[in-house]
Protein backbone atom coordinates (compact mmCIF):
# COMPACT_ATOMS: atom_id res chain seq x y z
CA UNK A 1 0.00 0.00 0.00
CA UNK A 2 2.96 2.78 1.19
CA UNK A 3 4.85 3.21 -2.33
CA UNK A 4 7.22 6.13 -2.00
CA UNK A 5 9.86 7.46 -4.61
CA UNK A 6 13.22 6.30 -4.11
CA UNK A 7 15.98 9.60 -3.59
CA UNK A 8 18.11 10.73 -6.61
CA UNK A 9 18.39 13.87 -5.12
CA UNK A 10 21.71 14.39 -2.36
CA UNK A 11 21.16 18.07 -1.83
CA UNK A 12 19.42 19.61 0.83
CA UNK A 13 16.25 20.89 0.88
CA UNK A 14 16.91 24.55 0.28
CA UNK A 15 17.97 23.48 -3.17
CA UNK A 16 15.50 21.08 -3.63
CA UNK A 17 12.94 24.32 -3.06
CA UNK A 18 14.47 25.94 -5.65
CA UNK A 19 14.51 23.25 -8.09
CA UNK A 20 11.17 23.14 -7.66
CA UNK A 21 10.38 26.61 -8.32
CA UNK A 22 12.22 25.74 -11.61
CA UNK A 23 10.60 22.75 -12.99
CA UNK A 24 6.82 23.99 -12.14
CA UNK A 25 8.31 26.99 -14.37
CA UNK A 26 9.76 25.49 -17.09
CA UNK A 27 6.38 23.32 -17.35
CA UNK A 28 4.10 25.93 -17.15
CA UNK A 29 5.59 27.59 -20.64
CA UNK A 30 6.00 24.15 -22.19
CA UNK A 31 2.57 23.75 -22.11
CA UNK A 32 1.21 26.09 -24.34
CA UNK A 33 2.64 24.10 -27.17
CA UNK A 34 0.67 20.95 -27.82
CA UNK A 35 3.72 18.46 -28.86
CA UNK A 36 5.78 19.94 -25.67
CA UNK A 37 2.25 19.16 -23.94
CA UNK A 38 3.03 15.30 -24.80
CA UNK A 39 6.12 15.52 -23.27
CA UNK A 40 5.27 16.80 -20.60
CA UNK A 41 2.42 13.52 -20.22
CA UNK A 42 5.25 11.79 -20.62
CA UNK A 43 7.01 12.72 -18.20
CA UNK A 44 3.93 12.75 -15.91
CA UNK A 45 3.54 8.96 -16.07
CA UNK A 46 6.95 8.78 -15.60
CA UNK A 47 6.87 10.53 -12.30
CA UNK A 48 3.59 8.28 -11.52
CA UNK A 49 5.96 5.10 -12.13
CA UNK A 50 8.49 6.48 -9.73
CA UNK A 51 6.26 6.51 -6.99
CA UNK A 52 5.47 2.92 -6.32
CA UNK A 53 9.23 2.40 -6.92
CA UNK A 54 10.43 0.08 -3.92
CA UNK A 55 12.26 1.40 -1.08
CA UNK A 56 12.73 0.20 2.35
CA UNK A 57 14.37 2.47 4.48
CA UNK A 58 11.29 4.72 5.91
CA UNK A 59 13.70 7.98 7.12
CA UNK A 60 15.02 7.81 3.59
CA UNK A 61 11.59 7.19 1.92
CA UNK A 62 10.59 10.22 4.68
CA UNK A 63 13.34 13.01 3.35
CA UNK A 64 12.91 11.94 -0.05
CA UNK A 65 8.56 11.77 -0.46
CA UNK A 66 8.23 15.80 0.34
CA UNK A 67 9.94 16.75 -2.40
CA UNK A 68 8.76 14.41 -4.71
CA UNK A 69 5.00 15.02 -3.63
CA UNK A 70 5.69 18.85 -4.16
CA UNK A 71 6.92 17.99 -8.06
CA UNK A 72 3.98 15.59 -8.40
CA UNK A 73 1.36 18.14 -7.42
CA UNK A 74 3.05 21.31 -9.64
CA UNK A 75 3.42 18.90 -12.54
CA UNK A 76 -0.28 17.74 -11.71
CA UNK A 77 -1.38 21.18 -12.05
CA UNK A 78 -0.55 21.42 -15.71
CA UNK A 79 -1.66 17.87 -16.58
CA UNK A 80 -5.03 17.55 -14.49
CA UNK A 81 -6.69 14.78 -16.83
CA UNK A 82 -3.12 12.40 -16.33
CA UNK A 83 -4.85 9.43 -14.28
CA UNK A 84 -1.63 8.01 -12.93
CA UNK A 85 -0.25 11.31 -11.70
CA UNK A 86 -3.56 11.90 -9.84
CA UNK A 87 -3.39 8.98 -8.27
CA UNK A 88 0.49 8.96 -7.20
CA UNK A 89 -0.41 11.74 -6.10
CA UNK A 90 -3.46 10.94 -3.85
CA UNK A 91 -1.88 7.96 -3.04
CA UNK A 92 1.62 10.10 -2.00
CA UNK A 93 -0.37 12.18 0.29
CA UNK A 94 -2.82 9.38 2.07
CA UNK A 95 0.17 7.48 2.99
CA UNK A 96 2.58 10.41 4.17
CA UNK A 97 -0.41 11.07 6.39
CA UNK A 98 -0.30 8.18 7.76
CA UNK A 99 3.19 7.18 8.00
CA UNK A 100 4.62 10.31 9.00
CA UNK A 101 2.30 12.21 10.82
CA UNK A 102 -0.32 10.06 12.19
CA UNK A 103 1.38 7.67 13.48
CA UNK A 104 3.75 9.97 15.23
CA UNK A 105 1.14 11.78 16.92
CA UNK A 106 0.32 8.14 18.37
CA UNK A 107 3.41 7.78 19.87
CA UNK A 108 3.95 10.91 21.63
CA UNK A 109 0.90 11.19 23.05
CA UNK A 110 1.49 10.00 26.10
CA UNK A 111 4.19 12.85 26.56
CA UNK A 112 3.12 15.68 24.83
CA UNK A 113 -0.33 15.99 23.88
CA UNK A 114 -0.73 19.73 22.21
CA UNK A 115 2.22 18.23 19.86
CA UNK A 116 -0.12 14.77 19.23
CA UNK A 117 -2.85 17.09 18.51
CA UNK A 118 -1.08 19.60 16.48
CA UNK A 119 0.02 16.52 14.48
CA UNK A 120 -3.30 15.19 13.60
CA UNK A 121 -4.38 18.21 12.66
CA UNK A 122 -1.71 18.05 10.25
CA UNK A 123 -2.33 15.05 9.07
CA UNK A 124 -6.12 15.53 8.45
CA UNK A 125 -5.17 18.59 6.12
CA UNK A 126 -2.83 15.92 4.13
CA UNK A 127 -5.96 13.72 4.23
CA UNK A 128 -8.03 16.17 3.05
CA UNK A 129 -5.43 17.38 0.25
CA UNK A 130 -5.17 13.68 -1.14
CA UNK A 131 -8.81 13.37 -0.98
CA UNK A 132 -9.49 16.95 -2.97
CA UNK A 133 -6.83 15.68 -5.80
CA UNK A 134 -8.36 12.42 -6.29
CA UNK A 135 -11.99 13.92 -6.17
CA UNK A 136 -11.20 16.19 -8.49
CA UNK A 137 -9.55 13.73 -11.32
CA UNK A 138 -12.94 11.45 -10.58
CA UNK A 139 -15.24 14.33 -11.20
CA UNK A 140 -13.55 14.76 -14.85
CA UNK A 141 -15.11 11.65 -15.88
CA UNK A 142 -17.86 11.55 -13.42
CA UNK A 143 -19.25 15.04 -12.96
CA UNK A 144 -22.07 14.09 -10.22
CA UNK A 145 -20.13 11.41 -8.51
CA UNK A 146 -20.66 13.03 -4.71
CA UNK A 147 -23.90 13.96 -5.81
CA UNK A 148 -24.89 10.74 -6.47
CA UNK A 149 -23.46 9.33 -3.53
CA UNK A 150 -25.99 10.78 -1.27
CA UNK A 151 -28.30 8.23 -2.42
CA UNK A 152 -28.31 5.23 -0.31
CA UNK A 153 -29.28 3.23 -3.35
CA UNK A 154 -26.56 1.52 -5.12
CA UNK A 155 -28.37 2.08 -8.36
CA UNK A 156 -27.66 5.67 -8.22
CA UNK A 157 -23.89 5.51 -8.20
CA UNK A 158 -21.93 5.75 -11.69
CA UNK A 159 -20.09 2.30 -12.50
CA UNK A 160 -16.59 2.91 -12.47
CA UNK A 161 -14.27 1.95 -14.86
CA UNK A 162 -11.25 -0.33 -14.19
CA UNK A 163 -8.67 2.61 -14.40
CA UNK A 164 -10.44 4.81 -11.71
CA UNK A 165 -10.32 1.54 -9.27
CA UNK A 166 -6.95 3.18 -7.94
CA UNK A 167 -8.04 6.44 -7.67
CA UNK A 168 -11.49 5.67 -5.82
CA UNK A 169 -9.57 3.53 -3.66
CA UNK A 170 -7.32 6.48 -2.82
CA UNK A 171 -10.14 9.05 -2.60
CA UNK A 172 -11.93 6.45 -0.22
CA UNK A 173 -9.12 5.94 1.73
CA UNK A 174 -8.04 9.72 2.72
CA UNK A 175 -11.89 10.32 3.46
CA UNK A 176 -11.60 8.15 5.98
CA UNK A 177 -8.78 9.35 7.42
CA UNK A 178 -9.84 13.23 7.17
CA UNK A 179 -13.14 11.79 8.84
CA UNK A 180 -11.37 9.72 11.66
CA UNK A 181 -9.09 13.06 12.65
CA UNK A 182 -12.62 15.66 12.54
CA UNK A 183 -15.14 13.75 15.22
CA UNK A 184 -15.35 17.23 16.65
CA UNK A 185 -16.73 18.28 13.27
CA UNK A 186 -20.10 16.67 12.58
CA UNK A 187 -20.00 17.94 9.17
CA UNK A 188 -17.49 16.70 8.19
CA UNK A 189 -18.09 12.87 10.19
CA UNK A 190 -21.60 13.32 9.00
CA UNK A 191 -19.88 12.25 5.00
CA UNK A 192 -18.75 8.90 6.32
CA UNK A 193 -21.38 7.20 4.49
CA UNK A 194 -19.92 8.74 0.90
CA UNK A 195 -16.95 7.80 1.82
CA UNK A 196 -17.84 4.36 2.45
CA UNK A 197 -20.18 4.24 -0.33
CA UNK A 198 -17.17 5.32 -2.45
CA UNK A 199 -15.05 2.07 -1.41
CA UNK A 200 -18.13 -0.15 -1.99
CA UNK A 201 -17.97 1.20 -5.77
CA UNK A 202 -14.62 0.47 -5.91
CA UNK A 203 -14.97 -3.02 -4.32
CA UNK A 204 -17.66 -3.92 -6.41
CA UNK A 205 -15.79 -3.47 -9.84
CA UNK A 206 -12.21 -4.86 -8.27
CA UNK A 207 -12.75 -6.31 -4.77
CA UNK A 208 -9.04 -8.13 -5.62
CA UNK A 209 -7.33 -4.51 -5.45
CA UNK A 210 -4.14 -3.49 -4.54
CA UNK A 211 -3.31 -7.33 -3.10
CA UNK A 212 -6.27 -6.92 -0.19
CA UNK A 213 -5.87 -2.97 0.52
CA UNK A 214 -9.26 -2.63 -0.40
CA UNK A 215 -11.01 -5.62 1.66
CA UNK A 216 -8.77 -4.22 4.51
CA UNK A 217 -10.54 -0.52 3.57
CA UNK A 218 -13.81 -2.06 3.29
CA UNK A 219 -12.97 -3.73 7.41
CA UNK A 220 -12.13 -0.30 8.40
CA UNK A 221 -15.26 1.03 7.00
CA UNK A 222 -17.26 -1.72 8.56
CA UNK A 223 -16.18 -1.38 11.76
CA UNK A 224 -16.35 2.57 11.88
CA UNK A 225 -19.75 2.83 10.77
CA UNK A 226 -22.89 2.96 12.90
CA UNK A 227 -24.41 -0.25 12.99
CA UNK A 228 -21.17 -2.11 11.34
CA UNK A 229 -21.16 -5.73 11.43
CA UNK A 230 -17.44 -7.38 13.00
CA UNK A 231 -19.21 -10.78 11.05
CA UNK A 232 -18.44 -8.58 8.33
CA UNK A 233 -15.94 -6.67 8.72
CA UNK A 234 -14.34 -10.17 10.30
CA UNK A 235 -14.98 -11.30 6.63
CA UNK A 236 -12.94 -8.35 4.98
CA UNK A 237 -9.68 -8.41 6.81
CA UNK A 238 -9.83 -12.35 6.55
CA UNK A 239 -10.22 -11.74 2.38
CA UNK A 240 -7.54 -9.16 2.91
CA UNK A 241 -4.75 -11.27 4.75
CA UNK A 242 -5.70 -14.10 1.75
CA UNK A 243 -5.28 -11.97 -0.90
CA UNK A 244 -2.02 -10.52 0.32
CA UNK A 245 -0.86 -14.75 0.73
CA UNK A 246 -0.24 -13.56 4.82
CA UNK A 247 2.66 -11.21 3.35
CA UNK A 248 1.12 -8.02 4.14
CA UNK A 249 1.44 -6.94 7.98
CA UNK A 250 -0.99 -4.30 7.28
CA UNK A 251 -3.76 -6.84 6.80
CA UNK A 252 -2.42 -8.66 10.49
CA UNK A 253 -2.50 -4.98 12.32
CA UNK A 254 -6.17 -4.02 11.09
CA UNK A 255 -7.51 -7.13 11.95
CA UNK A 256 -5.76 -6.80 15.36
CA UNK A 257 -7.06 -2.87 15.58
CA UNK A 258 -10.38 -3.44 14.15
CA UNK A 259 -11.92 -6.71 15.52
CA UNK A 260 -9.45 -8.16 18.61
CA UNK A 261 -9.05 -4.96 20.51
CA UNK A 262 -12.70 -3.84 20.22
CA UNK A 263 -13.69 -7.48 21.76
CA UNK A 264 -10.81 -7.36 24.24
CA UNK A 265 -9.13 -10.34 23.04
CA UNK A 266 -5.35 -9.63 24.32
CA UNK A 267 -4.67 -13.11 23.18
CA UNK A 268 -5.93 -12.75 19.29
CA UNK A 269 -4.39 -8.63 18.99
CA UNK A 270 -0.85 -9.64 20.36
CA UNK A 271 -1.22 -12.95 18.29
CA UNK A 272 -2.17 -10.58 15.10
CA UNK A 273 0.86 -7.99 15.88
CA UNK A 274 3.56 -10.57 16.23
CA UNK A 275 1.92 -12.10 12.72
CA UNK A 276 2.53 -8.21 11.36
CA UNK A 277 6.17 -8.73 12.49
CA UNK A 278 6.86 -11.69 11.07
CA UNK A 279 5.38 -10.38 7.66
CA UNK A 280 7.79 -7.73 7.92
CA UNK A 281 10.66 -9.52 8.10
CA UNK A 282 10.03 -12.00 6.19
CA UNK A 283 8.80 -9.63 3.52
CA UNK A 284 10.58 -6.54 3.39
CA UNK A 285 9.37 -3.51 1.95
CA UNK A 286 8.40 0.10 2.92
CA UNK A 287 4.66 -0.60 3.73
CA UNK A 288 5.40 -3.33 5.90
CA UNK A 289 8.49 -1.35 7.47
CA UNK A 290 5.22 1.09 8.77
CA UNK A 291 3.31 -1.48 9.51
CA UNK A 292 6.09 -3.19 11.74
CA UNK A 293 6.63 -0.18 13.87
CA UNK A 294 2.69 0.17 14.12
CA UNK A 295 2.55 -3.21 15.48
CA UNK A 296 5.60 -2.57 17.62
CA UNK A 297 4.30 0.28 19.62
CA UNK A 298 0.88 -1.20 19.81
CA UNK A 299 2.21 -4.25 21.53
CA UNK A 300 4.34 -1.91 23.64
CA UNK A 301 1.17 -0.45 24.85
CA UNK A 302 -0.86 -3.60 25.43
CA UNK A 303 -1.25 -3.24 28.96
CA UNK A 304 -3.48 0.16 28.46
CA UNK A 305 -5.08 -0.76 26.03
CA UNK A 306 -6.32 -4.35 27.64
Known amino acids: MLHFFEAQYSNVWCKARWQLVGI ?50 ALLREVPDNIGLSESVAAGFTQYAYAFVSLEADRIESKD ?85 LATLAYARSPHYGQGALASLMGTFETSRPGGSSEQALTYFDQAIALGDGRSAGAFVAKAEGIALPKGDRASFEMLLHKALAASKTHPGLQNAVMRERATWMLSQADDLF
Open 24 to 73: AATLTCLTGCSPKYLIVQGVANELAAQGKAAEEDLVLAREASAFYLKLSE
Open 113 to 197: IRMAQSLRERAARLYLRAHTHAMASLARTYPHLRQSLQSAHPEQWPPLESAHIGLAYWAAASWGGYIALSTDSPDIVADLPLAIR
